[in-house]
């Protein structure tokens, strides 16, 4: 996997990711990773409009409720996007993680924004911005870097939801990303000096949501951005 960094333009912004965060451009995926959550740029093309803006429903399926109930994890989270549903089960071993997590989910941070970076094979990343690629502001309440949860045992494996991040390891904010394949290889933890990107929960229902955003038409060749903007309409918490 080829190593990426994150800028200011569209193919940039995705590449945050990189497991930055791109969280306004600045979470990188870095090496080829995850998210970068600091990039503060718009593309250089522009994605068209989503054009169902209203949410068709404001709670989770039954099948949604049915798998959150079945999970043994003490918190899960159901979320809608324009591509359909995703449910998830988070991960009691990273405390620190799930808990910034759920502190935006349930200040309605993520409602009405879209998945700024999607990379085909690798990831989809979100968390960041809303429509227009407009750079989304945690504030003071929500503002603040965590401390990166790797190495206790969880893995980039299909699937799973982790955080974006800049290069410094413990600089990971809003932004999330899904690993739509097996990036153990390229984004787990190595070392202290590549500690990789912290997973903390995998997708019980909705796999073929993650699928569907993944394979989304690109702007471009090499974007890393949808040609229609995937929207997630809202995340809550189930449990």
Same mark, same amino acid.
């Given at each position: 996997?080829?190593?990426?960094?994150? &800028?200011?333009?569209?193919? %940039? !912004?995705?590449?945050?990711?990189? *497991? +930055?965060?791109?969280?306004?451009?600045?979470?990188? #995926?870095?090496?080829?990773?995850?998210?970068?959550?600091?990039?503060?740029?718009?593309?250089?093309?522009?994605?068209?409009?989503?054009?169902?803006?209203?949410?068709?429903?404001?709670?989770c399926?039954?099948?949604?409720?049915?798998? &959150?109930?079945?999970?043994? %994890? !003490?918190r899960?989270?159901?979320? *809608? +996007?324009?591509?359909?549903?995703?449910?998830?089960? #988070?991960?009691?071993?990273?405390?620190?993680?799930?808990?910034?997590?759920?502190?935006?989910?349930?200040?309605?941070?993520?409602?009405?924004?879209?998945?700024?970076?999607?990379?085909?094979?690798?990831?989809?990343?979100?968390?960041?911005?809303?429509?227009?690629?407009? !750079?989304k502001?945690?504030?003071?309440?929500?503002?603040?870097?965590?401390?990166?949860?790797?190495?206790?045992?969880?893995?980039?494996?299909?699937?799973?939801?982790?955080?974006?991040?800049?290069?410094?390891?413990?600089?990971?904010?809003?932004?999330?990303?899904?690993?739509?394949?097996?990036?153990?290889?390229?984004?787990?933890?190595?070392?202290?000096?590549?500690?990789?990107?912290?997973?903390?929960?995998?997708v019980i229902?909705?796999?073929?949501?993650?699928?569907?955003?993944?394979?989304?038409?690109?702007?471009?060749?090499?974007?890393?951005?949808?040609?229609t903007?995937?929207?997630?309409?809202?995340?809550?918490?189930?449990?």
């Amino acid at each position: 996997m080829k190593t990426t960094s994150f &800028s200011s333009s569209i193919a %940039a !912004a995705p590449r945050w990711l990189a *497991l +930055t965060a791109a969280l306004g451009g600045a979470l990188m #995926l870095a090496a080829c990773g995850g998210g970068d959550d600091n990039d503060s740029g718009s593309p250089a093309q522009s994605p068209k409009p989503n054009p169902v803006t209203t949410p068709p429903t404001l709670t989770c399926s039954a099948a949604g409720i049915a798998a &959150s109930n079945a999970s043994t %994890a !003490a918190r899960t989270v159901c979320m *809608l +996007t324009s591509d359909g549903e995703i449910v998830i089960e #988070l991960d009691a071993r990273t405390p620190i993680t799930t808990d910034n997590f759920l502190k935006y989910v349930n200040a309605k941070y993520y409602d009405n924004t879209i998945f700024h970076r999607v990379v085909p094979n690798f990831v989809v990343q979100g968390g960041g911005f809303s429509t227009g690629y407009v !750079a989304k502001n945690p504030g003071a309440n929500l503002g603040g870097t965590i401390k990166l949860e790797t190495n206790v045992g969880l893995s980039n494996t299909k699937y799973t939801i982790a955080m974006a991040r800049g290069t410094a390891a413990d600089s990971a904010t809003s932004q999330f990303y899904f690993n739509s394949v097996d990036n153990s290889a390229s984004l787990d933890y190595k070392s202290a000096s590549q500690p990789g990107y912290a997973v903390f929960g995998r997708v019980i229902s909705g796999q073929a949501t993650v699928d569907k955003i993944n394979a989304e038409p690109q702007l471009y060749s090499g974007s890393e951005v949808t040609a229609t903007e995937v929207l997630l309409y809202w995340a809550i918490q189930l449990k």
